[in-house]
């Protein structure tokens, strides 16, 4: 009997932007790390656990990009969305501290009832930016 395949974690959130420069330049500030990849037309960065942030100037994936190994098709993540960022249990406190620093407004903070705690702000492009220590969902 096989067993079926499972997901272990996402290793890509792509986001869309309008001002791919601004929002490249909050997010490097916000992780605290320099681009691993950078161009035209997008902006990666480690995001820890072995995951990637992509950010994509709006419009300039909608068109597949042929690379030595293959096509990526086309794709547009389209709207402002969400992203969240796992933290650890004890760093809510210092990240709130860090986001004043940098002049980020916290718009809600959460307490939730499996022990989680969830910073949310906004970033250039308004889209919902989540920091969540583990105790936010049955798997996390």
Do not use: C
Request: avoid cysteine; glycine fraction near 12%; charged fraction near 20%.
């Amino acid at each position: 009997m096989t067993s079926r395949p499972h997901v272990n974690r996402i290793v890509e959130t792509a986001l869309d932007s309008p001002d791919l420069a601004g929002t490249s330049a909050f997010y490097e500030a916000l992780l605290d790390t320099e681009p691993m990849v950078t161009g035209g037309r997008l902006v990666a960065f480690d995001a820890g656990g072995g995951t990637v942030l992509l950010l994509f100037q709006w419009g300039a994936t909608a068109r597949a990009v042929k690379t030595p190994g293959g096509t990526v098709p086309g794709h547009v993540s389209g709207g402002p969305g969400h992203v969240a960022f796992a933290v650890d249990p004890g760093d809510a406190p210092s990240w709130e501290s860090r986001l004043a620093d940098l002049g980020i407004t916290i718009e809600s903070r959460v307490e939730w009832k499996r022990g989680g705690v969830s910073i949310y702000f906004r970033d250039p492009d308004h889209r919902l930016v989540e920091l969540a220590t583990p105790g936010l969902w049955p798997s996390f």
